[in-house]
């Protein structure tokens, strides 16, 4: 959260914050529960979330920024630590043909209003807007500091891509990754609701172009345009087209299931 300007230390913190998302959020009603879709301003959200008793099970943060990558989606990821108003997909970044199950790599994503959509039809390609929440952060001014930087055997390249998150579990992969990219564009932004500052960069990596949100402390310098970051991350995206849905069976839709 404190990526995206809230900061969470007590148990107060967290209740104060629900309180917010509860009487500033849009009510959104789906099939599996309930959303309070909170907008504090300059692209920050909350994603509030209610079961049909009105019982709050959850609550994820995005933050929507200019980022599109296209990817090619081919399995949605259930899990039973989840709740039913989370969503996951495995997906394709630079998907090289119509078949979506191919590409420069694969990963995970958490999507913040997976409820809003019907049983999405996969394999298929979309756009999606992906913004990355640092958990680790450095920062570097060109990419000639950047390589002087790696001691190890292996370097990674000022474009790279590692998903973590497909490794640490083979059961149930994460929505993590290890990721370097060049910045494009890149401000200061605060938070209205709490006046905290937090790092925003619009970022190209392989595959495409990211949003990176970090909390300042894990800033070591200003990032500038034309320099490198580089950190592991958690991915949370949102979906800019309209999926395409699977068809009912006709017991489905006798039944409305």
Known sequence: ???????????????????????TGERITTKKGIYSYSQTGKG????????????II?????????SKIKVGVTNELISESNSILDGSFHAWAGPIDESAESGSYPFVFDMPNRANYGEVLVPQILNIQLTTFAHE????DN???????????????????????????????????????????????????????FCWALVKTLGGEIDVVADKELVNRDIIPGGIISG???LSAKFLDNPLLKKKSIIERLFGR
């Open 1 to 23: 959260m404190t990526s995206i300007g809230f900061d969470l230390h007590a148990r107060e913190d967290f209740d104060s914050l629900v309180e917010y998302a509860l009487t």
């Open 44 to 55: 920050i959200e909350l994603w509030l979330q209610s079961n049909k008793r009105n019982e």
């Open 58 to 66: 959850g609550l994820n943060p995005h933050y929507s920024g200019s």
């Open 137 to 140: 952060l450095s920062v570097y």
């Open 143 to 197: 990419e000639d500091e950047y390589y002087r930087s790696q001691d190890r055997e292996i370097r990674f390249a000022s474009e790279s891509f590692i998903p973590s998150g497909l490794f640490e579990n083979e059961n149930f992969p994460s929505a993590t990754a290890v990721i370097t990219g060049r910045v494009i564009e890149t401000s200061n932004i605060t938070n209205e609701h709490t006046s905290v500052t």
């Open 232 to 234: 592991s991350f958690w």
